[in-house]
């Protein structure tokens, strides 16, 4: 009669398994599912063994069936493993070296296990036992059989600890389901145990009796919660595929997981990512920590071998009903981008000719600069400065020529006023300087020393030389001066005053 419900509840156990080994193996498109499938398919050889052994009337046809079951015993303990640590976000570990680690030992379990005819060293003697009328089979164990049930519990250990680390920091419907893979992962021990000591000495394999359970405790916490496709689909799809770097932080900013290329971003940053507090990771950068904190988007500046780059982060709150539970930080390489940007703000700014501010540029700049120097009681002085002649040179030399002497022109500006100043083309041959903390009459002497030089320098234009000067107004911001444009009309006026009285010189305005 005990035969026949264990045979009824193996039966039933197989049907089970191979509907979860279909769904999950050959309908499951991600890593995850086909791992979960797999499983299903091992444990469902084992179970189908284990019910055609306890069925088996001599004991050849009990040892064939008992060999049949280590198709698939020796590896559901790394299958387990590995579903666990795929859906706690440890797969990484199986890519490579990693993955023979873990299936070594089940492999040599399968081969001394099919020879164990030679050696003994699975099986140390093989028997028949009756109990209650009913034979069963008497394995006695070999050496080799201790090492995969040490095995077997570490694989279990690692499971429930992966488990209880994700159920720790887990809340709402993701710690239920938390609650059911511990459950699942608990409920083995007692197989092992039981086991292991020979309950009632009868040889009974209580592990193919209180494996179906936890199988479907795993499946259903997986697909109550919509869990088995949805998490490693996306990230397949589209976390471990993304150019940009994806890091998943918990709630605490603990990193949870990461994609292959946040690793190249955070080398960038000259740190190492791991599993560890953000914080931590990016102790050389607070700045950056800050800003990832505050949730502020925006386009970060870093030196990589010498060469700029620009990479934009975000970071977004991982929702669980009201409650946040998480967080996704997005690196992006906007490296092209922000230098196609500052080309073209540099276009729209630039004089293309001569290389100096435009009159937008310009007008921009000052005015920014003249409102911060009233706000603070610094002087400030321009100057406007017109090249002599100019028309003359166009017509005698051509535009060409025209173009070779604005260029020189510009280059001396460059060369004879400070970084600080703001120096711009105002207009054909017109140029204008806004010399900051700087009077009137220190203004003046600057502009004396540029004048005298530019009447000294010589355009070469072909075969030919070319000589200029300029005449140069100007005015000191003072109380009589409202604005900015009161200020640009004194130097104008100045400048004005230095043409019709002979050009070639330097006049303040009064």
Not at 219 to 246: H, P
Not at 331 to 349: C, G, H, P, W, Y
């Amino acid at each position: 009669m005990i035969i026949k419900f264990v045979s009824i509840y193996l039966y039933i156990g197989v049907l089970l398994l191979s509907f979860m080994f279909i769904n999950s193996f050959v309908r499951g498109k991600s890593s995850y599912a086909k791992a979960f499938g797999a499983l299903s398919l091992t444990l469902q050889i084992y179970l189908l063994g284990y019910l055609v052994e306890i069925n088996a009337s001599s004991l050849q046809d009990m040892y064939f069936w008992n060999q049949v079951q280590y198709f698939g015993i020796p590896f559901f303990p790394a299958l387990w493993l590995m579903v666990s640590m795929l859906y706690t976000g440890k797969g990484k570990f199986f890519q490579g070296f990693g993955g023979l680690v873990v299936f070594a030992i089940p492999i040599f379990t399968f081969l001394l296990r099919l020879s164990n005819d030679w050696h003994h060293l699975y099986y140390s003697q093989i028997g028949i036992h009756q109990f209650m009328g009913v034979n069963y089979m008497l394995l006695i164990k070999g050496p080799w059989y201790y090492v995969q049930t040490a095995y077997v519990l570490i694989t279990l250990v690692l499971c429930t600890w992966f488990y209880f680390q994700r159920f720790r920091n887990s809340t709402g419907d993701e710690r239920i389901q938390f609650r059911l893979l511990l459950l699942a992962s608990v409920l083995p021990y007692l197989a092992l145990l039981l086991v292991t000591v020979n309950l009632f000495g009868i040889g009974i394999d209580y592990t193919a009796l209180i494996l179906p359970p936890c199988v479907l405790l795993i499946n259903l916490s997986l697909t109550r919660y919509n869990f088995l496709e949805i998490k490693d689909l996306a990230r397949e799809r589209v976390f471990e595929d993304s150019s940009a770097g994806l890091i998943l932080v918990n709630r605490f900013y603990r990193v949870v997981d990461f994609n292959e290329a946040s690793i190249t971003f955070f080398s960038w940053f000259n740190a190492s990512l791991k599993e560890d507090q953000l914080e931590i990771l990016l102790a050389k950068h607070p700045d950056l920590w800050e800003r990832i904190k505050n949730s502020e988007d925006q386009v970060c500046h870093f030196s990589v071998a010498k060469e700029d780059r620009y990479v934009n982060i975000n970071t977004r709150s991982i929702q669980n009903k009201k409650e946040t539970v998480g967080h996704l930080i997005t690196f992006e390489d906007v490296t092209e981008r922000e230098s196609l940007k500052q080309r073209l703000t540099e276009i729209a700014n630039t004089d293309e000719l001569t290389g100096l501010n435009n009159r937008r540029r310009f007008r921009e700049c000052a005015e920014k600069a003249d409102q911060q120097a009233r706000s603070v009681q610094e002087t400030l002085s321009v100057l406007m400065m017109d090249i002599d002649f100019f028309k003359k040179i166009n017509d005698s030399y051509g535009h060409h020529g025209g173009d070779a002497v604005l260029r020189n022109f510009s280059a001396m500006l460059k060369e004879a006023f400070r970084g600080t100043d703001i120096v711009g083309r105002i207009g054909g041959e017109e140029f204008a300087v806004v010399l900051l903390n700087t009077d009137a009459e220190k203004a003046y002497a600057k502009a004396e020393d540029f004048r005298k030089a530019v009447a000294q320098k010589t355009t070469i234009f072909g075969e030919k030389c070319i000589t200029v000067t300029v005449s140069i107004g100007v005015a000191e911001r003072d109380q009589t001066t409202t604005d900015f444009d009161a200020l640009i009309n004194h130097a104008d006026h100045a400048l004005y005053q230095a043409k019709h009285s002979g050009r070639n010189r330097t006049v303040i305005a009064h």
